[in-house]
Every structure is written in structure tokens, then in C-alpha cells.
């Protein structure tokens, strides 16, 4: 009797060192912390609710923002998504260099690749000049559907064009299905695998003009290696790095900004 009852203490001292450790490594390590929030966490999630994290984001921002107010949309989903789950929007530290750069480069085309729940095309589309244009690329319907109604109560959606599919068919189109000469502004931030055939594309398709501006995020966590490699090392794009932190993270992170010469 005696051994059985210290046998289930051992048991359950086991299982709590094994939770203390767990909660732990969620803390310190990155990608200890992204598998709990993003697979562990949300699954459990969207299953009690019934309803996906990209919902409940826009729920957030239907219940919290201004409808008409790009800023108030932002706040909204930093909040959200710095306090309750987190998620790959660009967010508010890396989202002020991606600011500056899209009001350097003042774009007439700007293109985005990975539109997610809309984050960063409010970003954009709200620091564009009158009769400029976002086409914003994403290839999986559920986020686009939750896209296409921050932009609407963003007020932003006759700037942006939403466009539903892989980057590497849609980019083939741009010239003649979507009227684009050449972009001006190229934010890459879909999967990271993409950024360096995706940026081949752009060149071969004669998307890109002396001056046009690629900006990549993300280019340390999860990272962009062959990308970086292919710009850096590339005689025809000059390029500056952006240090900052993953977003709704401590951990560090980059974007790079790679300038087209042509
Ligand atoms: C990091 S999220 C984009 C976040 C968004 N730019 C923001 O900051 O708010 C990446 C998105 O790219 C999409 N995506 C990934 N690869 C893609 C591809 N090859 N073509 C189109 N969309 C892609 C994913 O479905 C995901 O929604």
C-alpha cells in the first residue's frame, strides 16, 4: 500500500517538474514558445471555440477599432496580438521601419506578398499617395476572406487589391491581367522559402524598374538565408539591413531592404 502511494507521488512530482520545465522553455526559447502559441495553444483554442484565430482577430477589431480609422485597425490587432495570442503580422516595431520605407519610396505600385489577416496592407495602403495602388497576394481563401473585411472597416479597400493565390502563378499575371508596368515597392513576407524564387520572378517578368525597392521581413526568425545570399551577393541590388525584434517577441529578428539598380 505504502509503495504504490509513493509510487503516484513520484508520478506526479514527475509530471509537474515535467510542466515546470515546459513552461520554463515556453519562456525562455523562441521556437518552444511559437510551437505552444501556434500549434498547441490555437488548436486547442479553435476547437472550444470553434472558430480560428484569424476570427477572433477580426472580432477584436470589429469590437475595438474605429471603423474608417487605418490606426485604430493597427492598434486593435497589436493589442490583440501582443496581449491574447500571438501572430505573423509584421506589428508595431518592425512595422515603423516598414513605414518608413514605403513613405521614402512614396510607391505608385506597391505589391505585397503574403496578406495574412491584413495587418500590414492597412499599413501600407494607409501611407499611400492618391490614385496609388497595393495589390496584396495570399493563396489560402480563410485568411483572405478575414483580409478583405479589415480592409472594408479599415477604409482602406479601394487602394488595395486582394488577390487570391500562390505568389509564384499570380506574379506571371501582374503585367497583363492586373494592368502593372512595373512595382515601385515589393514587401516579401510570405513563406520565407518564396522570398529568393519569388524575387527571380519579379526580375524575369520585368517587374521591377531601376529604383524599385524590395523590403523582407523576417529574414532571421524563421529566416531567409538564400535570399539574403542572393541579394547581397548580386551586383544588381543594393542592400541595407533593418535589426528589431520578432514581432509580439523579444527575440531578434531583421528586415532587409534590397534597392534595385537595375
Ligand atoms: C507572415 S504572414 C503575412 C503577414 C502580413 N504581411 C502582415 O504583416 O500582416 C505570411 C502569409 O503568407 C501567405 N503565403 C505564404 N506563402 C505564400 C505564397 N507562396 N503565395 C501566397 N501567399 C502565401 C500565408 O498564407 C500567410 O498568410
Redesign the pocket.
Known sequence: MLESSSVLLFIVFLLLFILLLFVVLIRRNVTASLLWNEIIREKITNFIMNQSKEERILNFVLQNAVRGDPCSVLEAIDKYCSQKEWS???GSEKGLILDKVVEEVSPSVAL??????????VRIARLLKAGARLLT????PA?AAVAKQVFEFAGVQDKVKLIE????E?IPQLKKKYEVDTVDFV?L???KD?YKPDTILLQECNLLRKGSVLLA??VIIPGAPEFLNYVRNNSHFQCTNYPAHLEYMKASDAMEKAVFLG
Open positions: 505573423m503580422n509584421v505585397e506578398l503574403g496578406t495574412y489577416c491584413g495587418y500590414s496592407g497576394v495570399e493563396f489560402n485568411f493565390g500562390p505568389s509564384d499570380i514587401f513576407d510570405h513563406w518564396r521581413d523576417n
